[in-house]
């Protein structure tokens, strides 16, 4: 079942901080996250694992609720090139990764 | 290889014919992933591989839709007799450990036009 992510849109001036949802109706193993700028390949910013442990980019920052089955990406002193569609993508135990329908960030100067 | 390497970049097909899109995973990538990407940007997610053993298939359309990956040989997703809906980019991914805990690197797609 897809995750659903919140807000669909989110405007920035550089330097400002958001804070983008994704949860799911499912039990999670992992909840991934990944930008994807127009026109290119996803790129991989963050995983987070059942159990606590995480791995990803120095400068995003992300939590995982395991019981409510929610994860909620930081990002912090936004710079213009974290404009992008973020998404977020749940496994669980059918091993398939679900994405969801992203959120359009765009960060103004 | 050190990138998820897809081609061809753009491929125009007329409606009726066949698509065949390749992938070459990173060396000793033993998954693989083939997602449809549409123009309102949802993942749809088509099948994975674990080396050359299909692991998931629940996502393929089976009556136009195939995908194999051989040894020594990209990956390729076939498309038989291409609708006007099949229009869409293709990513492939491959990571080196079980999909769900680990992660994945996707290539730059494939846009195929079917008109």
């Known amino acids: 079942q897809q995750p659903v992510q919140s807000p669909q849109a989110v405007i920035l001036r550089e330097g400002e901080d958001a804070v983008i949802n994704c949860s799911s109706s499912?039990?999670?193993?992992?909840v991934h996250w990944y930008r994807q700028k127009h026109g290119e390949a996803p790129v991989f910013l963050m995983i987070?694992?059942?159990?606590?442990e995480q791995k990803g980019h120095e400068k995003i920052s992300a939590s995982f609720n395991e019981k409510k089955q929610q994860s909620s990406l930081y990002l912090t002193a936004s710079q213009l090139s974290y404009s992008g569609t973020y998404f977020c993508?749940?496994?669980?135990?059918?091993?398939?990764?679900?994405f969801g329908k992203g959120t359009l960030l765009t960060v103004n100067p | 290889g050190e990138e998820v390497a897809q081609t061809p970049k753009h491929l125009v097909r007329g409606e009726g014919q066949k698509a065949k899109l390749y992938c070459a995973p990173i060396?000793?990538?033993?998954?693989v992933f083939w997602y449809q990407q549409v123009l309102k940007n949802e993942f749809k997610f088509l099948i994975s591989?674990?080396?050359?053993?299909?692991?998931?298939e629940t996502g393929m359309p089976k009556e136009r839709f195939s995908a194999k990956c051989l040894p020594n040989s990209p990956c390729s997703l076939e498309i038989q007799a291409t609708k006007l809906e099949d229009s869409a980019v293709y990513f492939c991914?491959?990571?080196?450990?079980?999909?769900?805990?680990?992660?994945?690197?996707f290539g730059q797609g494939t846009r195929l036009t079917v008109v």
């Open positions: 499912k039990a999670l193993y992992s």
């Open positions: 991914a491959s990571s080196q450990r079980v999909w769900w805990n680990t992660e994945a690197f």
């Open positions: 060396k000793g990538h033993s998954y």
């Open positions: 591989f674990q080396n050359e053993n299909v692991f998931d």
């Open positions: 993508g749940t496994g669980g135990s059918n091993y398939k990764l679900t």
């Open positions: 987070l694992l059942k159990g606590g």
